[in-house]
């Protein structure tokens, strides 16, 4: 009874595009293991000795922002003449209802597919938003891992009452 219970995702093609756009800025990145430091407040200003494994870019930021605007002329979108200072940020604006939280599920995986990342964050503004987040992503938990070859993700919440969560989730190798 359980299996006619399951969900049927339809893949509608606005998504895949804004899938393709994120995975896109990345052309020319190579798979590769990343190493970085991990702070915790009790260390800032001390010698950090744990390890964590981050998602490190290989691509010049020159090619970064020639992928981006190819992305955006693409779209139709007036291209930009340079990234933000410090680290790259892009944003994908879909309206509400159209899949947001499906696309995010399903970028993360296409990345980790395509470049081997493995580390996201999804930051949410409100606690409506993260409940409707946590709900997508257990509905759609088994559709992807039958759609990207039994792939295993996990997730967790941010609480500041647990910080080891965080030192853990970026210390883990997956």
């Known amino acids: 009874i359980e299996d006619s219970m399951k969900i049927k995702f339809d893949q509608?093609?606005?998504q895949d595009d804004a899938v393709n756009a994120v995975v896109d800025l990345f052309n020319g990145q190579e798979i590769r293991a990343n190493n970085f430091t991990v702070f915790g407040p009790e260390l800032f200003g001390q010698v950090q000795t744990e390890v964590g494994v981050g998602n490190g870019f290989s691509i010049s930021t020159s090619v970064l922002l020639n992928n981006t605007q190819k992305i955006q002329l693409d779209n139709g979108i007036q291209p930009v003449n340079g990234l933000n200072k410090g680290f790259p940020q892009f944003n994908?604006?879909?309206e509400t209802g159209t899949g947001k939280t499906f696309v995010y599920f399903k970028t993360i995986l296409e990345?980790?597919?395509?470049?081997?990342f493995t580390k996201f964050v999804i930051l949410v503004?409100?606690?409506?938003i993260l409940e409707g987040v946590k709900k997508t992503y257990d509905l759609t938990k088994s559709f992807f891992k039958s759609v990207y070859d039994g792939v295993v993700y996990k997730s967790f919440v941010y609480s500041s009452d647990?910080?080891?969560d965080v030192r853990e989730f970026a210390?883990?190798?997956?």
């Open 12 to 14: 509608l093609s606005y």
């Open 92 to 94: 994908i604006e879909m």
């Open 111 to 116: 990345l980790n597919k395509k470049y081997g």
């Open 125 to 128: 503004p409100s606690v409506a």
């Open 162 to 164: 647990r910080p080891n």
């Open 171 to 174: 210390a883990s190798g997956d």
